[in-house]
């Protein structure tokens, strides 16, 4: 007989040395196994060091250092004992509320999100109560300690979540700022996707000998989903997305975008063609987004459309086929995304809808999960009356069978008597057609429009496959006309509206688009909808602002920071001649789009602002 040695039993949250009661809530939320990124940073916590953690969105950060953050906190303490940065309120807000569920069993422990665009005095009220725990963004913090309604005197822990987007939306000096008044003695755990330099010198200066764990990029995605991706151009994706829910026979579905304005977009016109959708975002109530998730769950809602931060956690048995309406920014986010379907021993689907120039974005994902995705067509209108038609014929013979079909079939015979020439089976058609929806002439104009997109579509495939053999007319090569060509299909381009605003951050601060639209989303509450065009001078920008801005927004965006600078802002009053003169901007940015240099004629070396 051969002996076996027997198998490493799996790591289990129950090894990890947590308090019963955490034990206790990781176990109710239904966690067993820890991530990789769990298993070494909880313990390395517990044990009192300060770490850097090298991981990506979905690797468990969030519970990595939220057990051991509420295992250094003393609930019976009415002050704030842990504090948590994050870069976006979306972040902050889903941080929070999983620390609060981490928290379930610890009575008389209050975590509070702070961030801009919120009411400031109910997070005040929180702070001055002895909220123990304190999840929020960097500017909204600094505002709270600078009216002393928050005090860092009894900090404990102080965990930093996706320190480099932080650090490139501009709030470096905030975090500065917030580790020179916490007390010397504290625990620090700092995350970030990446360890570029700046965020090393962090850790150097204000983490005391942090051990660092890195977890690896995931490599693999599940092999029961079936990899798909369709070209379609920006001003096609809501049409497109409906005919696929159409012709899916799938329980549930979920569709991923990139922001909060775009989940609603997409969910309006998925509702108002007649598909029963609902919307989570990070403005989105956790009460609320449980009863969203439940009506999912029973059926009464098949279509879900989500951001990334909204949908950490969701698990939902039914769902077969996840859409990636925008592609993700990060390979990882990818997987995460797909790996809500095919679960339960299901098989699944995953459909990503490509812009014709976001195919480079497509080799990135399809290189680093080693996986080749299988190109398809977007199904026409004349494939959903079928599908729909086919659905309909397949439930005849169960109807058949369930009887009482007399008064139908004697209205049909009355029909055949009194119009003899028609053909019982034109007859049949003619009711299924009617059944589906496909009323004739409008039915046909819908076809013919999608006919003209599928070429128009082929044609820039092929116009794609001509550039990258080096075959493309001079013209078409032009940076210029392919980045109008490109904000065209996105449906970006904008002309100035609104109101402009001066504010007074330009290239000399090193102040980039997406630093003022972090500020002003974050800081002022706006929607990226209510952003327009954004020029960059050197010493101050103008921002197009759709809603007019009270004095209270005003002064609390006022209060943010860009490149180290106080972001002041005020309507712009214009300029005398010549004020600008040669300090055209830099950049002119069109909310959504990425930045690039305006056209404009060369300067002398001696006149230039570098």
């Known amino acids: 007989m051969t002996d076996h040695a027997a198998p490493t039993p799996a790591l289990t949250f129950d090894d990890l040395n947590l308090p019963a009661s955490l034990r206790k809530a990781v176990a109710d939320l239904g966690f067993t196994t820890p991530s990789a990124i769990q298993a070494e940073a909880i313990p390395a916590l517990l044990s009192g060091r300060d770490i850097t953690g090298i991981a990506q969105t979905g690797t468990g950060k969030t519970a990595a250092f939220g057990l051991p953050l509420l295992a250094a906190i003393d609930p019976t303490l009415r002050r704030t004992q842990s504090l948590v940065l994050a870069p976006t309120r979306e972040l902050a807000m889903q941080v929070a509320e999983a620390i609060e569920s981490f928290a379930a069993d610890m009575p008389g422990l209050e975590v509070v999100p702070v961030y801009g665009g919120a009411p400031f005095g109910p997070q005040a009220r929180s702070l001055r109560d002895g909220a123990q725990v304190v999840?929020?963004?960097?500017?909204?913090?600094?505002?709270?300690?600078?009216?002393?309604?928050?005090?860092?005197?009894?900090?404990?822990?102080?965990?930093?979540?996706?320190?480099?987007?932080?650090?490139?939306?501009?709030?470096?000096?905030?975090?500065?700022?917030?580790?020179?008044?916490?007390?010397?003695?504290?625990?620090?755990?700092?995350?970030?996707?990446?360890?570029?330099?700046?965020?090393?010198?962090?850790?150097?200066?204000?983490?005391?000998?942090?051990?660092?764990?890195?977890?690896?990029?995931?490599?693999?995605?599940?092999?029961?989903?079936?990899?798909?991706?369709?070209?379609?151009?920006?001003?096609?994706?809501?049409?497109?997305?409906?005919?696929?829910?159409?012709?899916?026979?799938?329980?549930?579905?979920?569709?991923?975008?990139?922001?909060?304005?775009?989940?609603?977009?997409?969910?309006?016109?998925?509702?108002?063609?007649?598909?029963?959708?609902?919307?989570?975002?990070?403005?989105?109530?956790?009460?609320?987004?449980?009863?969203?998730?439940?009506?999912?769950?029973?059926?009464?809602?098949?279509?879900?459309?989500?951001t990334d931060v909204a949908a950490r956690g969701l698990d939902v048995d039914r769902i077969g086929l996840v859409v990636n309406f925008d592609l993700p920014k990060e390979p990882e986010a990818y997987v995460h995304r797909i790996g809500r379907t095919g679960r339960a021993g299901r098989s699944g689907t995953a459909l990503s809808f490509v812009n014709p120039h976001e195919r480079g974005r497509l080799k990135t994902i399809e290189r680093m999960i080693r996986v080749r995705l299988e190109e398809i067509e977007i199904p026409s209108p004349a494939d959903v009356s079928a599908h729909r038609a086919k659905t309909l014929l397949a439930k005849v013979a169960d109807r058949t069978e369930a009887g009482r079909l007399t008064m139908y079939a004697d209205l049909v015979r009355t029909y055949l008597t009194e119009h003899p020439d028609t053909d019982p089976v034109d007859l049949a058609a003619a009711l299924a057609a009617l059944a589906v929806g496909d009323d004739g002439p409008k039915a046909r104009a819908e076809q013919e429009a999608f006919d003209a997109e599928r070429a128009e579509a082929k044609a820039a495939r092929e116009r794609g496959a001509a550039r990258r053999e080096g075959t493309r007319p001079d013209r078409e090569r032009s940076p210029r006309v392919r980045d109008e060509r490109e904000r065209g299909e996105r449906g970006i381009r904008r002309e100035a509206v609104g109101t402009r605003y001066r504010v007074s951050v330009g290239h000399k601060d090193g102040v980039e688009p997406r630093g003022i639209v972090g500020a002003l989303t974050n800081e002022g509450g706006l929607n990226g909808k209510d952003l327009g065009k954004i020029d960059i001078f050197p010493s101050f920008s103008l921002v197009d602002i759709v809603p007019n801005l009270d004095d209270e927004t005003l002064a609390r965006i006022g209060r943010a920071r860009v490149g180290g600078r106080p972001l002041r802002i005020a309507k712009d009053r214009g300029a005398p001649s010549g004020a600008r003169g040669s300090s055209a901007p830099r950049h002119e940015h069109r909310h959504g789009a990425t930045s690039r240099p305006v056209n404009r004629p060369e300067r002398s070396r001696a006149g230039s602002d570098r």
């Open 135 to 306: 999840v929020g963004t960097p500017g909204r913090v600094i505002d709270h300690l600078e009216r002393g309604t928050l005090k860092l005197d009894s900090i404990r822990f102080l965990a930093l979540d996706e320190a480099d987007e932080m650090l490139r939306m501009g709030f470096a000096e905030d975090v500065e700022n917030i580790f020179n008044r916490a007390p010397v003695e504290r625990q620090v755990a700092l995350f970030s996707a990446t360890m570029p330099p700046q965020i090393r010198r962090v850790a150097a200066q204000h983490l005391n000998d942090p051990l660092e764990i890195a977890v690896a990029r995931q490599a693999t995605t599940v092999t029961s989903v079936r990899q798909t991706y369709a070209v379609v151009p920006f001003r096609h994706k809501a049409g497109s997305l409906a005919r696929v829910i159409a012709t899916s026979d799938v329980d549930a579905a979920i569709v991923f975008v990139r922001t909060r304005a775009a989940a609603e977009e997409v969910g309006s016109a998925l509702v108002e063609r007649g598909i029963a959708a609902a919307t989570i975002s990070g403005d989105v109530a956790q009460k609320d987004r449980e009863k969203i998730v439940e009506r999912l769950r029973s059926g009464q809602v098949d279509v879900l459309v989500a």
